[in-house]
């Protein structure tokens, strides 16, 4: 969908509709909705007064002008109420109201900014938030789709601005949107395909594809390689498949005077049936988003790019199938890790950590610091959190703040879980080998994260547990929000770009 921006009067555009918003309670209209209202006659005003307009958020109430404006209709957005407005209220009215447009059959419609100057936002970030908003909306996987929808596509959202000073700001806003929101775009399309598509080689390729694009250094170590590297974690992980595992590598340099070099690691597990240790049937096509780790790290370093951001970033996936077979890897193996932990494996469906051992020693090694890794890692976090947020656990709390700010931005909501280590530990004792790869069904989020720190050393790092936001699917559906339709929703990836875009500011 194209977004603009132009200079005018929200009274005078010609377009098959036009949207204004009002927070919640407001019994007068204020601004544009204002201008509107006077020219409807009071139109708005009297709906206001008899309640069919509230204000509630993503509330959208259509009124048809009858050639009272140049425009065929006028959509009265829900912003909520004025003190819990923020930039992830306006990506869900903006969601709504592309809803709403598409629903309605339009292929363009204009809106007012909303509401730039509540809540000390500035034009730009209004701009930026209605741009990811409308464009995660718009959002579906069609690959395999081979009957049209009767619905047309809404090709064009005009945003239109009274003040010219204002345009450029305006403009700016768009532009990193729509950067933004194609980053979550790529991470949904690689969450979302399915696994007969998208091998742990499929997703590689993606990743040269990316690079290539976008001036990236890309490194694909396939098995041969990562045997030299010590990889045996992964290595194990994926032996069960014919589609042998991949680690790759993406350099982002837009920093060249600085030494400083940021991780994000992503687990990558194509497909997860669980291994020897097999899963429930029920659901298990959902484990297609085993993947979305990955997926979110290959989003953000396309828009940490596309935006040229001043900083250095590394960007791992750890790419695997796990599947049960001949050659399988079984409970009761011990596997060596590529910093030379040694690890028993108590279960084969707790391989998300495996795979992100090597991951994490490999960046540590590559020199990064930060380090923050994102996987869809466990069931405890979901039974602990629910959907409305991921887990974030690590070694610094100053790390784990900049995280849950940037994902405040992004609308993509971090809780903090610790990581008792004298009793954590406990669990996790192996009489054969270093550690085991699971310490039972007691606080396994933390669990599975203390795991993880045996490979960071003594770099800053951070865990992202994603498990009950990365899809919304059945009963695995994350906090209600317009831009989140079925299926993967892309957790993760604006929220790593939120924070490589503040550490690039100082």
């Known amino acids: 969908m194209e977004i603009l921006v132009e200079q005018g009067s929200v009274t005078e555009v010609e377009t098959p509709l036009v949207a204004v918003g009002i927070f919640e309670d407001v019994k007068q209209p204020g601004g544009a909705t204002a201008a509107v209202d006077s020219a409807l006659g009071g139109l708005i005003s009297q709906l206001i007064s008899d309640g069919e307009i509230k204000g509630s958020l993503n509330e959208v109430t259509i009124i048809h002008t009858g050639g009272k404006l140049p425009a065929g209709r006028v959509a009265v957005v829900g912003l909520g109420k004025e003190e819990k407005f923020n930039l992830d209220a306006i990506r869900r009215a903006s969601g709504s109201l592309f809803q709403k447009v598409r629903d309605l059959g339009l292929g363009s419609f204009r809106s007012v900014v909303h509401s730039a100057g509540a809540a000390g936002l500035s034009p730009a970030d209004c701009a930026q938030a209605m741009a990811e908003g409308a464009t995660l909306a718009a959002y579906g996987y069609r690959q395999f789709k081979t009957i049209t929808p009767a619905r047309g596509e809404v090709e064009r959202m005009t945003l239109v601005e009274m003040d ?100 994000l690691v992503g687990k990558g597990i194509t497909f997860d049936s669980g291994g020897i240790s097999i899963k429930p049937s029920q659901n298990m096509e959902r484990m297609k988003y085993d993947k979305s780790g990955a997926a979110a790290v290959l989003g953000a370093m396309q828009g940490i790019a596309e935006l040229k951001l001043k900083a250095n970033v590394l960007g791992v996936m750890a790419l695997a199938e796990n599947l049960p077979g001949g050659n399988a890897y079984r409970p009761g193996d011990i596997i060596r ?170």
Not at 173 to 184: M, N, S
Not at 226 to 237: K, S, T, Y
Not at 406 to 416: I, K
Request: hydrophobic fraction near 45%.
């Open 337 to 506: 890790a590529m910093n030379g932990k040694t690890i028993e494996v108590i279960s084969t469906d707790a391989e998300g950590r495996l795979v992100l051992a090597d991951a994490l020693a490999y960046a540590v090694q590559q020199g990064a610091d930060p380090v923050v890794d994102l996987a869809t890692l466990t069931g405890a976090v979901v039974t602990a959190l629910g959907t409305g947020g991921a887990g974030v656990m690590g070694n610094d709390d100053a790390l784990i703040r900049q995280l849950q700010d940037a994902g405040d931005r992004a609308g993509e909501r971090l809780w903090p879980l610790p990581i008792w280590e004298e009793y954590l530990w406990e669990q996790v004792k192996s009489e054969f080998a270093d550690i085991k790869n699971s310490g039972g069904r007691q606080a396994g989020a933390p669990v599975g994260a203390l795991l993880l720190s045996l490979f960071v050393d003594k770099a800053k790092w951070a865990h992202l547990d994603i498990a009950g936001v990365a899809w919304v699917d059945g009963d695995q559906v994350v906090m209600p929000k317009s831009y989140l339709p079925k299926g993967p929703t892309g957790f993760g990836a604006r929220l790593l770009m939120e924070f490589v875009q503040k550490q690039a500011q100082g």
């Open 164 to 263: 010219a000073a204002k345009v450029p700001q305006i403009e700016e806003g768009i532009r990193k949107g729509q950067a933004f929101a194609a980053a979550a775009v790529t991470a949904r399309d690689i969450a979302a395909a399915p696994p007969n598509l998208a091998t742990p080689e499929y997703v590689a390729e993606r990743a040269r594809e990316l690079a290539s694009r976008y001036g990236l250094e890309c490194r694909v170590m396939g098995p041969d390689e990562m045997q030299e590297m010590g990889m045996g974690a992964i290595m194990a992980v994926g032996q069960g498949s014919v589609h042998p595992p991949r680690m790759v590598a993406l350099w982002y340099k837009g920093d060249p005077r600085s030494q400083k070099l940021a991780g």
